[in-house]
């Protein structure tokens, strides 16, 4: 089976969030809800030299992310209701004829993407713009991007053209859950384990 995957150039990244309002305005999502999130990461130190100068480290960051259809998706192994399921091209959908809205999933996906929605009372979630990808157009947000920092395609695709990177910070390490993700990253780029920097925008990710 084809599966299918997101590359994100975090060196084009300028957090503009033009990918998540094309993305709520397609599905029609209400104001307090979206399946792409743009995380802000930042961090940084001052320190004095011997000769009384100051240097300043700091750095910052945009990450671009939805559901990223893994390998081992435990939103599928938590859900009691087999709600979570796959889907043509490798994607994790949600048949909401049989969710029950207990939020499992939510709960236990380290990438924060399907949540509860408080009109439907069901999970919902990212589906890689499925209906236009039968009909081989792009995904919605990849269309959007003004700076092309988004492919959806092919995870072996979009890996034998990319490489095979797919974490940085504030993104968990990728044996967790084999997230079909590819990314370049930019100079300011911190590894999943870093603990010098912080995600500067939660109220805006978080579900």
């Excluded at 938590?78 to 939020?103: L, S, W, Y």
Aim: aromatic share 8%.
């Amino acid at each position: 089976m084809t599966q299918y995957g997101f590359y994100f150039d975090n060196s084009r990244c300028t957090g503009c969030k033009t990918c998540e309002l094309a993305c709520k305005d397609y599905h029609n999502l209400d104001v307090n809800h979206t399946y792409r999130h743009v995380y802000v990461y930042e961090g940084g130190t001052w320190e004095l030299a011997a000769n009384g100068t100051w240097s300043q480290g700091a750095f910052a960051y945009h990450v671009s992310l939805s559901c990223n259809h893994c390998g081992e998706p435990v939103c599928m192994k938590v859900c009691p209701t087999g709600a979570m399921h796959r889907e043509d091209f490798g994607i994790v959908k949600v048949n909401k004829r049989v969710c029950i809205g207990c939020g499992y999933c939510t709960l236990a996906c380290p990438y924060d993407a399907p949540t509860v929605s408080r009109v439907t009372h069901t999970s919902t979630k990212c589906d890689g713009c499925l209906d236009l990808q039968l009909e081989h157009k792009k995904s919605i947000c990849v269309e959007a991007c003004p700076h092309r920092a988004l492919e959806f395609d092919d995870i072996l695709v979009l890996r034998s053209k990319y490489g095979s990177l797919a974490s940085i910070a504030p993104l968990p390490e990728e044996h967790h859950t084999l997230p079909n993700l590819v990314i370049k990253p930019s100079p300011a780029a911190r590894p999943p384990d870093d603990v010098e920097g912080f995600i500067a925008n939660p109220k805006e990710v978080k579900p």
